[in-house]
């Protein structure tokens, strides 16, 4: 992974590991050693291409031949199976280094082996064909003979593939070899429609949806050990080489990858059947045994779909502009598969409702405007649903899902206006009395903040613009006819004038928020037993929910405007000094934690003297005195001053060493007293974790300010007024305005720690 190795040296290498391996002659642990490496090297495609390395294919096809079929003196199952395991994954690999000229090779050979009357040794060989049959594109400046093309020794595969009893494992790896030729071939081989309309008919069968009825009815009957792909590498008796494949994926690959045209009796049209065909089956009242699959195949069409708009926007791109997606197949092919998305949205599977979440993501980030109008009603809805309570739990985890999409301004500009609004809907999902919805909510909060959404209010100028028309908001039509045809076309003077307007917002949004996580702080560990709050805290339910709580208040704080940190700072000191509970000592410090490294400016001046103020006192008053070396017995006398303890120790790790230092005559002289007068266990060791975080505060290595943008740009005059055009952007590692400020400990903070160790540690021990 980190060895530089130059291409020759990678050529010799990769051409020696692959003749150790099909030498024959190494022992178990060298064998799998050599085909781990190899198939490491060759996976990398970057740095290999067929053009740099060609591998002889019958090598290969030897090797697996004398494992699946071993001499009788040869014969030791559990060696064979381990090596027939490492070989099938390493010719997975290998094989885009077959010369494309042998596929014609690879079917001379196995061809004539195929036998209708023997169900056994037919699979086998359509498993080899899928294993060795190349079908990566040839060479640059290589030209195929007319006899190697692909289009010549398609149709046998094709009509091989028609023989079949339409055994689910006999269509999958027909499915994946013509798959692999489309992803690979695009650009330079197109599919007849008769082959797509043939290949469609057979992924038919791999949904298992009752489409009709009688002898051809579905399930099929025929399953046998043979035919049952969902074992991953097994040796049946019979001699069956194992392959791992998932059906539902690579039935989608194929739909995308042959969309070439809008033609009549294409892959679109063909697709656009399809859906109106098994719509029926996602419904949310129609659950069976076909929803699992069925919601991955439409997963994975969004994925693919995604992976080659994206492929095909490259500037090295090589697939020609007459066979490449074009905007109004990219609409037609996103409604048809977002109106079974928005049928899932509400499932009653689990599983279902993440699919079609992923889905619209995918969908989302190719086309938006087709999404997002029709998603968006539909999500308020749901959201303000106070009696189904699941429609609302989906909502709130689509919009976790899909809040860095909708809140980048570049690609979605409308979404920025949905920013506010949504954000005072969501807030009071952060309820204790449900923690999945509180965690869904949170993590859209999350989410939005780590996309860019700054939380500043910007000003109006005039009055609110004209209203656009329908025609421009046409897309958001369900309904519409010629929703295809439209291009989006968002009146920018109106969008920036709402988005400006919802952010005046923001400042009653963050006190309302910080107030439900007080909340929800105090009672969330109401039931933990107070005389093991640690202990306790850590095997419970809450302690994921606490996390999340702290990460989603860290990461508001970052991204808010300095107006509103007084606000933050009164809100934060009052609750951390109105309670003293050790039951929500844990979720208290995580919370302050969260404070001190976002604004260590606030945190330190405001709540280090009052927490030293309170230790000193309750020190003074005789508490923790009394000997204990348990921490499952503290009195109640001690809460107050645990609670103080604590809150100090979550100070002294803010992220800002230099900040620290100003307090460290103040925080020295309270942990002192502290160990010079406590004898309490618990007590005592807050005390020396304060001591290590203050150490490790003044001398580590670590990033400040995690906001979304460098300092530069957030002091910018620029940025501060139009804030939103920059939500959703990154600086890429490789660009120069892409900083980070590191804290490197200085003189002062070093001669601090020092003074630390010598003053207080080196004493005690």
């Known amino acids: 992974n980190y060895v530089d190795v130059s291409l020759p040296q990678r050529i010799r290498i990769c051409r020696l590991l692959y003749e150790l391996v099909a030498s024959q002659s190494l022992d178990l642990g060298l064998f799998c050693a050599c085909c781990s490496v190899l198939t490491r090297l060759l996976r990398r495609e970057t740095q290999l291409t067929i053009e740099d390395l060609s591998l002889d294919w019958r090598k ?17 199952l559990i060696q064979n199976r381990t090596k027939l395991k490492n070989v099938v994954e390493l010719v997975c690999s290998v094989n885009r280094f077959f010369p494309p000229a042998a596929a014609r090779e690879v079917l001379e050979e196995l061809l004539p082996q195929i036998q209708f009357n023997s169900m056994d040794w037919q699979l086998l060989v359509v498993q080899m064909i899928n294993l060795f049959v190349p079908t990566t594109r040839a060479p640059k400046g290589f030209k195929l003979k007319d006899k190697d093309m692909p289009e010549r020794w398609l149709p046998t595969i094709f009509s091989l593939w028609s023989f079949n009893l339409r055994m689910s494992g006999y269509d999958a790896y027909f499915m994946n070899l013509v798959t692999c030729l489309a992803m690979e071939q695009k650009g330079a081989f197109k599919f007849t429609n008769q082959q797509i309309r043939f290949a469609f008919a057979s992924g038919l069968h791999f949904f ?39 059906r539902a994926h690579t039935f989608a690959r194929f739909v995308v990858y042959t969309m070439y045209d809008e033609e009549a009796g294409g892959t679109l049209e063909l697709f656009e059947q399809l859906v109106q065909m098994i719509e029926p089956f996602y419904h949310p009242s ?19 779909l995604l992976e080659r708009v994206r492929s095909e926007a490259e500037p090295d791109c090589e697939v020609p502009e007459s066979m490449r997606l074009t905007r109004r197949m990219r609409r037609r092919f996103v409604v048809s598969t977002r109106t079974l998305a928005m049928l899932l949205l509400f499932s009653k599977g689990e599983d279902s409702v993440t699919m079609s979440h992923s889905t619209l993501k995918h969908l989302a980030e190719v086309e938006p405007d087709l999404i997002f109008g029709p998603l968006l009603d539909t999500l308020y809805t749901a959201i303000d649903s106070v009696t189904e309570t699941h429609r609302m739990i989906s909502a709130m985890r689509a919009l976790a899902k899909l809040a860095s999409t909708l809140s980048n301004f570049s690609l979605y500009p409308e979404g920025a206006q949905h920013v506010a609004p949504l954000l005072a809907l969501t807030l009071p999902g952060i309820d204790v009395n449900d923690p999945t919805k509180a965690w869904f909510a949170l993590t859209f909060i999350c989410n939005l903040c780590l996309n860019g959404v700054v939380l500043r209010e910007l000003s109006t100028s005039g009055d609110m613009p004209m209203v656009p028309g329908k025609d421009s908001d046409a897309v958001s039509e369900l309904e519409e006819d010629n929703v295809v045809d439209i291009v989006p076309n968002p009146d920018m003077e109106y969008v920036e004038w709402v988005t400006r307007a919802s952010t005046g917002q923001f400042e009653s949004w963050i006190d309302q928020y910080l107030r439900r996580v007080f909340v929800l702080v105090d009672n969330m560990s109401s039931s933990i037993d107070s005389s093991d709050s640690n202990a306790s805290s850590f095997t419970s339910s809450d302690f994921g929910l606490q996390m999340m709580v702290a990460h989603a208040t860290e990461v508001v704080l970052l991204q808010c405007s300095e107006r509103y940190y007084p606000m933050i700072t009164r809100l934060i000191t009052d609750f951390a000094t109105s309670i003293s509970s050790l039951s929500a000592v844990d979720g208290m410090c995580r919370i302050v934690y969260a404070f001190a490294s976002a604004l260590p400016e606030q945190a330190l001046p405001a709540l280090v003297p009052i927490c030293c103020e309170r230790v000193s006192e309750e020190v003074s008053n005789g508490v923790g005195s009394q000997a204990s070396l348990s921490k499952r017995t503290q009195s109640h006398s001690e809460t107050t001053l645990i609670w103080y303890m604590s809150i100090l120790s979550a100070l002294a790790d803010c992220q800002c060493g230099q900040l620290l230092v100003t307090y460290k005559d103040m925080i020295r002289s309270t942990i002192e007293l502290v160990l010079d007068k406590c004898l309490s266990r618990h007590i005592y060791t807050i005390a020396s974790n304060t001591l290590y975080n203050m150490i490790g505060c003044l001398t580590r290595v670590y990033p400040e300010r995690g906001r979304s943008v460098s300092a530069e740009t957030w002091a910018d005059p620029e940025f501060q007024e139009n804030h939103f055009r920059y939500w959703g952007q990154y600086a890429e590692v490789e660009q120069d305005d892409f900083k980070i400020k590191w804290h490197v400990a200085g003189k002062e903070e070093i001669d601090c720690a020092l003074e630390i160790m010598r003053g207080i540690i080196s004493p005690l021990i």
């Not at 290969?60 to 030791?76: C, E, R, T, V």
């Open 208 to 246: 298992n949806i009752p489409v009709t009825r009688g002898s051809a009815s579905l399930p099929r009957s025929v399953t046998t050990s043979l035919t049952d792909t969902s074992h991953f590498y097994q040796l049946p008796q019979g001699g069956s080489l194992p392959l791992s494949e998932e």
């Open 286 to 304: 129609n659950n069976g045994s076909w929803s699992g699959i069925l919601s991955r195949f439409l997963r994975n069409l969004a994925k693919e």
């Open 60 to 76: 290969m096809y030897d090797l697996i031949h004398s494992l699946a079929f071993p001499k009788p003196w040869q014969d030791n």
